[in-house]
């Protein structure tokens, strides 16, 4: 009789065991799905977020590059406008007055720099993107150093230009 009972003790034991056991991989099962429901949404929230910023990207290249072109054109302006205007500058210097010839310098100047600026627009319209944050992410690894000293001097000068 003692045997019988430590048998139906013993099973009872395993059957509570077994339930407990299978409400356990029950919870996991149930835990998992929802990890995987949440890692599967911040996949997508994640994929969203990275669409947007390349569209925002495409669009501040293509504004930077109008900008740019704008920049040249009005660059151009002034010098022709410079030229038209007789092609002396006058400039005073204490008491007296120097007048300066303009011999063609500055039109080269000027037009160097909107052709500067003009090729620098095109380019940034035909940029591949992904292309360029991967040269980008090369020179940081080869170059760490070089790169801060860059990065810090843009930031100062986007200071600077961002304080007027």
């Known amino acids: 009789m003692e045997q ?21 991989n029950n919870q996991s099962a149930s835990i998992t799905d929802k990890a995987r429901d949440i890692a599967g949404n911040a996949q997508e929230k994640l994929a969203d977020v990275g669409s947007t ?8 290249k293509d504004s930077l590059a109008d900008a740019l072109e704008s920049g040249a054109d009005k660059l151009r302006a002034r ?6 205007s007789g092609g002396q500058y006058a400039g005073a210097t204490g008491s007296s007055s120097l007048a300066l010839e303009e011999d063609g310098r500055v039109a080269q100047v ?8 003009d090729a620098t627009a095109d380019w940034l319209r035909q ?30 000068l986007l200071g600077k230009a961002l304080r007027k």
């Open 4 to 24: 019988s009972n430590q048998r139906s003790m013993g099973d009872t034991s395993q059957s509570t065991s077994s339930d407990s056991l299978g409400s356990t």
């Open 53 to 60: 910023v390349r569209e925002r990207a495409g669009n501040a």
């Open 79 to 84: 010098g022709g406008s410079a030229q038209g």
């Open 110 to 117: 000027t037009n160097r720099v909107a052709g500067g600026m």
């Open 127 to 156: 940029a591949d993107l992904e292309g360029l944050r991967a040269s980008v992410e090369e020179q940081v690894k080869e170059h760490p150093g070089r790169t801060l000293l860059i990065a810090a001097g843009l930031g100062y």
